[in-house]
């Protein structure tokens, strides 16, 4: 029997007790890596968390830096400057005065030799930044209180607490990435977050559900141990994960491919 046939029948031998001393190291540099970032560097939050203006004009040929020498005339040398996708110069700005955004958007349109009317303009109040961040903390806290309950009365509380504790494993890191490298944090990224946790707490609670079913082996034959169990279940349920892995790829590989590279939607470029 190929190892395909194996995976499919959940019947693969993998001995994961050998790894979870390896898997605890990587995974605790990970976290380290992540909660270190976090408190030096913090993350790059967008327009929409912190509130400001923002100006976008497409704009081919023009560099960062050029726009840059442009912009400090205006008084907005120090903005946020980048290149979206090929040629869309975004600059954004604290909050100002509607006279003032008027003059930053007629030296892009002159940057840029085109119309100010191609010069779009968006202004989010930091107010509002604000409740998008409390909206997506409180989210997280009835989440984690939900999946407590839920898997309290379903498996039992300590798998309970062993799952929130994935959750906020798998959640970390994905923030510790966006505060290493300095991406943008938009609300899109809020969503991907809460992706990540769904797919997270799925995977975990099938593990378990799994566990649980196989507990009675333990006390039937004295030879195999919890930890032999609980390898034998995630061996049982491999298929699954990569199965879900994939699917979830899939369709993210797919709208990038055809979206952003080969329809050229700035907004998936990004």
């Not at 003059?103 to 968006?122: C, H, K, N, P």
């Not at 998008?132 to 898997?151: E, G, N, P, Q, W």
């Amino acid at each position: 029997m190929n190892w395909m046939s194996r995976i499919n029948r959940g019947q693969t031998n993998i001995d994961f007790l050998k790894w979870w001393k390896r898997g605890l190291a990587v995974s605790a540099v990970l976290v380290i890596a992540s909660i270190v970032s976090l408190t030096t560097r913090g993350l790059n939050l967008g327009i929409d968390f912190e509130g400001g203006v923002s100006w976008e004009v497409r704009a081919p040929g023009v560099s960062v830096e050029e726009a840059r020498s442009e912009l400090e005339s205006v008084g907005e040398g120090q903005a946020k400057i980048q290149i979206v996708g090929s040629d869309i110069l975004r600059v954004q700005g604290p909050e100002s005065t509607p006279e003032h955004t008027i003059e930053v958007r007629q030296a892009l349109a002159d940057l840029a030799g085109t119309d100010v009317s191609e010069v779009s303009v968006s202004t989010v109040g930091a107010s509002w930044g604000s409740d998008v961040t409390a909206s997506a903390i409180r989210a997280l806290i009835f989440f984690a209180i939900a999946i407590l309950i839920y898997l309290s009365i379903r498996l039992e509380w300590r798998m309970a607490v062993a799952a929130v504790f994935a959750v906020v494993h798998d959640v970390l890191i994905s923030v510790g990435v966006y505060s290493i490298f300095q991406f943008e944090v938009s609300p899109g990224t809020v969503i991907a977050f809460l992706t990540i946790l769904g797919y997270s707490i799925y995977d975990t609670i099938v593990v378990d559900d799994k566990i649980k079913e196989n507990e009675g082996l333990v006390g039937q034959s004295g030879r195999m141990t919890y930890g032999q169990m609980t390898s034998l279940s995630m061996n049982q349920v491999l298929l699954r994960s990569i199965n879900t892995t994939v699917s979830s790829l899939l369709p993210v590989l797919s709208l990038l491919i055809v979206g952003a590279f080969i329809m050229g939607a700035v907004t998936l470029q990004e």
